[in-house]
């Protein structure tokens, strides 16, 4: 019965009166409600990020990367080992899909009208088959009147991405010209060179050179990918980029696609144990690669956590204050229910009780908003960048279209939990005092 009375008189001081108490137990409720509910948002999003940001990088980048380094020279000096002896080897690695060499660097495409700076990756006609089929998931489709696009690159074609195509108005079909940036000086002293040269020979040699790569190289647009999912790189033949690069056969590395991404870094230490990697090739991971964005996207997810978190732990102490205001209030009710014969235990369920309920409340409350929020994120972005034109994850710097989420019930329980725990421990401590107090001094103050 008095089990029964503890909560019935823990639920009865809940009920809303027009008084200080109401206004801070309302604030209570609040408080829990924004910490739980800016953490399940935060949460799942930075997680939704880092995902999708992997998942990012799995869908553009070789899993893994055999860069080929100088050859050192000297007589003592290790055999160098060709790209065209090493990828049939490693055609042979388990685990493996494709190996392709390719050619990598920044040009100048250009049309009549303007120019930009991009960046290509050749790739061969033969090999790159799982790298060009992921690719091919991120091409734009043709318009009506349009060729159909086409990641093939078998002859003089280029692949451009959306960005570069909008700016420079280009559509499928149409002519650009490519220049090697780094071979632009090279052009300008060789002609000059061409200029003051006293023999026809001379003259021959050097007019020669220039067309290493330095001339500029007529291509039509196959195809035109999105900017956001391919980190904005652009697509040549193998062997045009080795022309524009100057490069006479050879290849800047060997791109490989595995069959689990994510058991890249495994791979190569497999291969380093196994001597699988010549000397003069220097083994990348796509982690590996992009190692401090991926441990700036965890750094920053823990940080949320641990911020956010005091959200929360203030909300704890606004209950705190809440149950020490109400034993204050009820110190006589107190002294009468010891008097009566009450033990500690119950007198401490009555404002556990009330506790519990503010905790829960603001809880359930926090759990529902924040999932409302998550499922209306990108509508809500929409309207913060029309109306106010706050930019949310802004596409040009996340290269992500929408704001990812990932919601794991774990965090979810977790969460909630520490809020519910939380503000049943932090109203404990007055509860407590409150019981223990003399009912003779209760009753006489």
Avoid at 189 to 210: I, P, Y
Avoid at 399 to 421: G, K, M, N
Wanted: net charge neutral; glycine share 8%.
């Amino acid at each position: 019965m008095l089990n029964n009375a503890s909560l019935f008189l823990g639920l009865r001081y809940l009920q809303p009166k027009r008084s200080f108490l109401s206004i801070i137990t309302i604030i209570s409720v609040m408080g829990i409600l924004l910490g739980v509910g800016v953490l399940i948002v935060v949460i799942p999003v930075m997680k939704g990020f880092e995902l999708d940001f992997k998942k990012l990088l799995i869908g553009f980048e070789p899993h893994v990367l055999l860069l080929h380094e100088e050859p050192i020279q000297g007589e003592n000096a290790p055999a160098e080992v060709k790209w065209q002896q090493l990828v049939p080897e490693l055609r042979k690695q388990e685990g493996v899909l494709s190996v392709a060499p390719f050619a990598a660097g920044m040009v100048m495409v250009s049309t009549e009208s303007s120019s930009a700076g991009i960046e290509i990756y050749g790739l061969p006609d033969e090999g790159a088959e799982a790298m060009k089929e992921k690719l091919s998931k991120q091409l734009h489709r043709a318009r009506e009147g349009e060729p159909a696009p086409s990641m093939e690159l078998s002859g003089d074609e280029i692949v451009l991405n959306d960005q570069i195509a909008g700016q420079l108005g280009l559509s499928l079909g149409d002519e650009v010209t490519l220049v090697a940036t780094n071979n632009v000086p090279k052009f300008i002293n060789s002609l000059n060179k061409a200029k003051e040269a006293k023999s026809d020979q001379e003259k021959v040699k050097l007019f020669d050179e220039l067309q290493e790569g330095a001339v500029p190289r007529p291509l039509t647009v196959s195809g035109i990918l999105r900017a956001d999912t391919t980190w904005g790189r652009c697509y040549v033949p193998l062997h045009v980029a080795q022309e524009l690069f100057g490069l006479k056969g050879r290849v800047h590395g060997v791109g490989m696609e595995l069959k689990d991404a994510h058991s890249a870094r495994a791979f190569v230490r497999a291969m380093i144990d196994a001597e699988k990697i010549p000397f003069g090739w220097q083994p990348s991971t796509w982690m590996d690669r992009h190692e401090q964005r991926l441990a700036a996207i965890e750094t920053e997810r823990v940080m949320m956590w641990f911020v956010l978190s005091f959200v929360i732990l203030v909300a704890a102490f606004s209950v705190a204050t809440t149950t020490l205001t109400v034993t204050v209030q009820k110190r006589r009710e107190i002294g009468i229910l010891t008097a009566l014969g009450s033990r500690v235990s119950q007198i401490v369920g009555v404002f556990m009780t009330q506790a519990a309920v503010v905790a829960l409340l603001g809880t359930v409350l926090g759990f529902l908003g924040g999932m409302t929020v998550l499922h209306y994120r990108n509508a809500i972005r929409e309207w913060l960048a029309r109306s106010f034109n706050v930019q949310i994850f802004d596409p040009q710097i996340y290269a992500l279209s929408q704001i990812p989420a990932h919601v794991q019930t774990s965090d979810v329980v977790l969460v909630c939990s520490i809020s519910f725990v939380l503000c049943l421990v932090a109203a404990f401590v007055p509860a407590f005092l409150a019981a223990r107090v003399d009912p003779a001094v209760a009753l006489r103050d």
